[in-house]
């Protein structure tokens, strides 16, 4: 299992000492640095900020999001970063949800499935540069249908460096999972537990089954899983770092009843739970919400507890379809710690 960091998504400003954390993880073996996007920082100008101090870990973004860029922006940067990391670099997609995609971008959220096939197949083709681009979906269309009239297909000026840079999708629903096995080289998941590995290498076999022969091969598909960490011989004070993180997802991100987080967590058997949450989060008491997040909860989702704990329980991810984890940390110390016990 290899190991990877993620910087995660900027506050109020740029994570403070991330450059040096960086060349820390670099020397320590990691295998890859992730950058992600919301609605503040974006994640390809900080990914080639930063990964210009770096030689050798791969350089992924967690996601870009869809609504973001139209598809040919998208593989313009990917060209370009490509190029600038040496062929380093791995595109990370993802549809986000309905309040970031409506809220923020002002755009239609319906049909994400549908999008994100147009999209990366316009993004592949636009990178391959084997003739200008043009395209006829329901989403998206190349030369736009109308205007002027004087659209016409182009071909990206830049050559590529790879005729293929790796797309992973994020996704978190079964079907968007099937749908990465199939289109994508690998799978960004989000609260990804352990006990729900048995549930997703079928969704993942569904997708490979549809798999074009074209397509890399099913043994070089990728699964990169962030965990959280927290280092602590107390088991309850360890759980005490993960329980607001978990409350913000399944309680606050995203609406009543349309939060694909808390669908997540609620098929691993805390329906009951989530629901509680989402109430308590959405009713503005959220410190209710964050104490209404169980140890076991956090345990599934999370590695929390002593060195000796952590590092048994790291078996259990062994074992899963992930082929890399990610953590993420401002603490040396923690990353040096990880490391060691993925080892």
Known sequence: MRIGFHTGYWSSGPPAGIESMLSEVERLGFDSVWTAESYGSDALTPLAWWGSRTTKVRLGTNIVQLSARTPTATAMAALTLDHLSGGRFILGLGASGPQVVEGWYG???????????????????????????????????????????LGKPLK?????????????????????????????????????????????????????????????????FEVVAGVPIAIDDDLERAADQIRPWIALYVGGMGAKGANFHAD???????????ARIQDLYLSGHKNDAIAAVTTAMVEDLALVGSPAKIKDDLARWRETVVTTLLVRSDDPAIVRAFAELVG
């Open 107 to 149: 755009l239609p959220y319906p049909k994400p499935l549908a999008r994100t096939r147009e999209y990366v197949e316009i993004v592949r083709a636009t990178i391959a540069r084997e003739r200008p681009v043009t395209f006829a979906g329901e989403h998206y269309q190349l030369p736009y249908p109308g205007g002027t009239g």
């Open 156 to 220: 990206a000026t830049v050559h590529p460096l790879r005729r293929e840079v790796p797309i992973f999708l994020g996704a978190e629903g079964p079907k968007n999972v099937a749908l990465a096995a199939e289109i994508a080289d690998g799978w960004l998941p989000f609260l990804f537990s352990p006990r729900a590995d048995a549930y997703y290498r079928d969704r993942l076999a569904e997708g490979f089954h549809r798999r074009a022969p074209e397509r890399s091969p099913q043994a070089d």
């Open 264 to 274: 997540v967590v609620a098929r691993l058997g805390y329906e009951k739970e989530c």
